[in-house]
């Protein structure tokens, strides 16, 4: 791992990154900013764009081992940059960090990779489409719906080496892709893969673990996606076991408010944006988490939709304890729906 990258980020740390990875609520002056009506390409969007000043490849996997247990997956490749433009190798302002979690009922696995771009060590191509920091990959043939990946990640005592097949087309998310984060008017561009089964086998202390399942992906690129009060969010993937899906978030600011969002993918094929405030997450339940006093159980309701469910944690410890540490797991969803899916939660101090 390269010294100077590692001081170089925790120094951001208290300045730009104050909202968490990129300083999410900083200026982005200089930076590409999303606009709506821009029409995304495929497969060209599925690789980087260093002209916005964030971006993720991130995806989760709820998972059914062989011993009739549940698991959960999770692979995530950051990309950000320190400014609008630079140079080549060494000199480029692209970071790269990519963090993987394996979380089962009683134990959660972390691993985080720090990679500076221009060298080979980390990056992303659209055609043939792989992801890659180190020896961590997801990897496909690049067609415009991500139809077939394989995903591996290594960890000090885990590893996953998993092939997912899209059983449906691609969700834009928003409004045709642009999403709307605040009542000022920040976005990103963002669309899911959220269609995936899984077959695989997790590496674990006690040896292999062949699993399957449902997985989804997000993809999302923007230079400022919030605003400068919000300070955290809580964002599911959640698929029911009607076929429906749901993709909702709630970014909270420091005056107790948050702005909501959502999108209903239905089992036949309907997509449904839902705008701020018809969506609604109230926390039920709270443990303490790595020092934190964390929401462990919720209500979710889409009125729009008959939804009335509570989803909880599968391991309330599932807690990412990277540079920018974070919780991320799986949990279980009870209620009007029934099903499973992923949740994750930032700011909580």
């Known amino acids: 791992m390269n010294v100077r990258l590692i001081a170089l980020l925790i120094c951001l740390a208290g300045a ?7 300083g999410l609520g900083t200026t982005s002056d200089g930076f590409a900013t999303p ?8 497969p060209a969007d599925h690789g980087a764009h260093p002209d916005y000043r964030i971006e993720w490849w991130y995806l989760t996997a709820n998972l059914t081992g062989a011993d009739g247990r549940d698991y959960g997956v999770q692979w995530t490749l950051f990309r950000s940059a320190l ?3 630079g140079g080549t190798g060494w000199r480029t302002p692209q970071i790269w960090m990519g963090h993987a979690g394996l979380t089962t009922p009683d134990r959660h696995f ?5 990679a500076r771009g221009g060298i080979g060590q980390a990056g992303v191509t659209a055609q043939p489409f792989e992801a890659w920091i180190d020896d961590w990959r997801m990897a496909g043939t690049g067609d415009a719906a991500l139809s077939e990946l394989t995903l591996r990640a290594t960890g000090m005592e885990f590893a996953f080496d998993l092939s997912l097949l899209a059983e449906g087309p691609l969700v834009l998310q928003g409004d045709a892709g642009y999403s709307v984060k605040s009542a000022g008017g920040q976005a990103s561009y963002y669309y899911s893969q959220p269609g995936y089964a899984v077959t695989g086998e997790l590496t674990l202390p006690e040896g292999k673990m062949p699993v399957t399942g449902q997985a989804w ?8 996606p919030l605003a400068a ?14 076929g429906d899906k749901l993709m909702g978030f709630q970014l909270r600011d420091t005056r107790g408010g948050a702005y909501t969002s959502g999108t209903w993918s239905g089992a036949a094929g309907d997509v449904v944006p839902f705008d701020d405030g018809q969506l609604t997450m ?3 339940d709270s443990a303490q988490v790595a020092g934190r006093k964390l929401p462990i159980r919720w209500r979710l309701e889409l009125p729009a939709r008959g939804l009335d469910i509570q989803i909880a944690a599968q391991n309330r410890n599932a807690w990412m304890g990277t540079l920018f540490p974070y919780w991320e797991g799986p949990v279980g969803i009870t209620g009007s729906h029934t099903g499973r899916g992923y949740l994750e939660m930032t700011g909580y101090q």
């Not at 730009?16 to 990129?22: C, D, S, Y």
């Not at 972390?110 to 720090?114: A, D």
């Not at 992906?217 to 400022?224: G, N, P, V």
């Open 16 to 22: 730009a990154f104050a909202q968490g990875f990129a």
């Open 35 to 42: 606009q709506r009506g821009h029409a995304l390409q495929f």
């Open 83 to 85: 400014a609008p433009e």
């Open 110 to 114: 972390v691993g985080e990779r720090l």
């Open 217 to 224: 992906l997000d993809r999302e690129w923007s230079s400022q």
């Open 229 to 242: 009060d919000q300070d955290g969010w809580d964002w599911v993937s959640l698929h029911f076991d009607s």
């Open 282 to 284: 109230t926390p039920l």
